[in-house]
Each structure stands twice: as C-alpha cells, then as structure tokens.
C-alpha cells in the first residue's frame, strides 16, 4: 500500500547533544541532526528503538519527517559557548533537498571553526562539496559512507530491498571518489553487518576493495543492534522475507539482549582487520586533528591506546587490562594540560602522577611521545 511522506516542521528547544568526551570510534564529541525519522527507512536502522524514535509505530519513522527548522540558529547559539571539537552532523535523505538544513548547519560549524564528521548512505552530499572544503581546510571534515554490500555481493538484491529509498552503493562509492579527490578524509562504515546475508567473505573482501579502489583510507565495522520496537519490526521484516533465517536470528539476538551473543562478531571483525591490510587501508578510523590545536600530542596518543584497546578486546586480552587502557585514554582526553608541556617539567614521574596512569603506563605514553617527535 502506498503511503504518503509527510514533514511536519518543528522548533525543538536544543539542537546540540554534548558527550563527556570524544568517542573511541567516530571520534566525535558533539552530535545534531536536523531531522527526525528518515525517508532511506532501512529496514535495520537502530534509529527506530524508543530512544531514538519519536514514533509508537516503528513505520512511521520512515514517513513522518519531523523537521527542525530552527536547528541552524540553535546549533550557532550552542556552538558559541561550547570548546572546539569533532561535531557529527549532516542527514542528507530526500528531504535535505527540500529543507537544506544539513547545508546551513555546516555553514554554521564553518563559521564556528568546529570540525565535522558526517555518516551517511547518500551521494547528495556532493551538494556540499564546496563548505567541506573549506571545513577541511579550517578545522578538518570527515565523511564516511555507510555500505553493507557492492554490486559483487551474492546478496545485493536482498540488501538494496531492505535499504528501501537509499541510493545504492555503487553511488555512494562513486561519491566517495569525489570526496577522497577532494582532499577530504573518507571511507566506509559497514554497519550493520547483517549475519547470514552480509558478513560472508566475499561480501566482506568485495567492500574492502571498493573501498581501497575509491580513495577511502578506512573500513569500520559494526555489527546489528536490536532492541524493543525495532526488533519486532525487523523480526516481522525477516519473517516476510527471509522466513529461514528468523530462527537463527532469534538464537543471536534473544529477548533482552542488544547486540549478538556469542564470538562470531570477534571473528568477523579479525577477518576485516586481515583483509583492510591486503588492501592498504586501516579497520580504525584516524582521529582528525585541528589545525593549531594545543592538545594534539594528547589526542594522538588517546587514539594510539583506543586502537590498543580495540586489538586487546580482539584479542581476548584480560578485562582488568582492557580497561587499564581504556581508562588511562579517558584520563589523557580529559587532561587540560599539554601533556608534552607535562613531561617537559617534570619527566616521567609527571606523566605517571596523572589519573589513571601509574607507572607501568606513564612508561608507555613516555615511549609514545618519543615516537611521535
């Protein structure tokens, strides 16, 4: 049955979500959006859980287009008062042609000096070409592609129908291509990978190399999430669709849990390690920098731990060492100071006295910021 979208403008009181810190993935520490819902209406889009959807009916989220018309002058008014960082924003679904909020925001991080960071399964985002140069050449932008299949995939078909409206991935490739000529980091965030119809090898291999042979310079990974609503939506989809898979889906997701249970994603993400070194690109996304930054060296080694952190948990390393990094990159996130200016001052013992740190580790980001000079 055919339905109608329909947009419904709106004035919310805030625009910009603000995180303790920068995450250990995106590297974004701030987030706004100009929208609600979204036409594309993948079928697996974690967007229709409660705590994302405004919606009692998990359809309504890809025809209810609820429209922030104010979010420019309330992301400007935010941004003023808030310290330079990664911003991740842009939603360029069918309705940004219309609307345009996803170019007047980056206008507004623009004119702010912020950088940003934009996630998404559109080509429309060429649009803009323009503002994210000049973005990349004040601050630093980044915009990653979300693909979960090629034209090579055995099942392209099946993926492009859960996809729904959004472009198909030879498109957003090919925006790719533009983007990487442009001088502007990209590369494709495969999430989610859906078990038994995307995480296959070739399927894998396939995106990898697309990747690499369209100038992007990273692979993120990340498997499906379902919870509340948006499982027995996607649970009804797999039903109507892909009947035989259902069972095995409800073994990997049963009630109550988010993510898989079991080992497969560890193994999946090895593999996607192995095969990004193949093709010369990395399965992390580089932190992006600011021009001038006086806490770079700090940022730089808060990514090199991340990515430890991300080897160890592929690795099955002790919890308690896991987290023993993990936190010492907190703490070097949070550290104010220039942690150079640190240990120019007081030496190892300085890096040491920092939270978290301790001697083992304060010997570590010693050798790091040996390494970096």
């Known amino acids: 049955m055919f339905r109608r979208t ?10 910009l979500n603000k995180h303790k810190r920068a995450d250990h993935w995106f590297w974004t520490r701030y987030s706004a959006y100009p929208y609600l819902g ?9 967007c229709r859980e409660q705590k994302f959807s405004p919606y009692q009916d998990a359809d309504d989220f890809a025809y209810l287009i609820k429209i922030k018309e104010n979010a420019p002058e309330k992301l400007r008014k935010a941004l003023s008062r808030a310290k330079t960082d990664l911003i991740f924003t842009g939603d360029y679904q069918p309705a940004e042609r219309k ?7 980056l206008e507004v991080c623009l004119e702010q000096g912020f950088p940003v960071f934009i996630l998404e399964r559109s080509p429309l985002v060429l ?65 989610p990978l859906l078990p038994e119809l995307c995480d296959d090898d070739a399927n894998l291999e396939s995106i990898i190399r697309w990747t690499a042979d369209h100038g992007g310079s990273f692979v993120l990974a990340g498997g499906l999430t379902l919870s ?13 669709r892909f009947p035989d898979l259902l069972p095995a889906y409800k073994k990997h997701y049963p009630k109550g849990s988010y993510g898989a249970v079991g080992d497969n994603w560890r193994k999946t993400a090895l593999r996607i390690r192995e095969l990004c070194g193949k093709y010369g690109i990395s399965d992390r996304m580089p932190r992006p920098i600011i021009p001038g930054d006086k806490r770079a060296k700090n940022k730089k080694i808060v ?23 993990r936190k010492a990159a907190w703490a070097l996130e949070d ?39």
Request: aromatic share 10%; glycine share 4%; hydrophobic share 40%.
């Open 303 to 325: 990514e090199i731990l991340a990515n430890k952190v991300y080897t160890m948990e592929l690795d099955l390393a002790p919890r308690h060492r896991v987290w023993a990094y």
């Open 38 to 46: 979204c036409q594309h209406g993948c079928e697996f889009c974690y």
């Open 228 to 240: 509340d609503q948006q499982r027995d939506y996607f649970f009804s989809v797999l039903g109507e």
């Open 127 to 191: 649009r803009d070409l323009d503002l994210l140069k000049d973005v990349e050449e004040r601050s630093r932008a980044v915009v990653s592609f979300s693909i979960i299949s090629t034209p090579d995939s055995k099942n392209y078909a099946s993926i492009l129908e859960m996809e729904r409206l959004a472009p198909p991935s030879e498109k957003r490739f090919a925006a790719m291509e533009e983007i990487a000529a442009a001088g502007i980091l990209t590369g494709t965030s495969m999430m």
């Open 6 to 15: 329909e947009f419904v403008p709106y004035r919310p009181k805030t625009i």
């Open 335 to 373: 550290l104010e100071q220039d942690i150079e200016l640190v240990y120019r001052t007081m030496g190892l013992k300085g890096l040491q006295s920092i939270e978290n740190i301790g001697p083992s580790l304060g010997k570590e980001v010693e050798n790091i910021l040996s390494d970096l000079k």
């Open 99 to 105: 609307f345009k909020l996803s170019r007047k925001m």
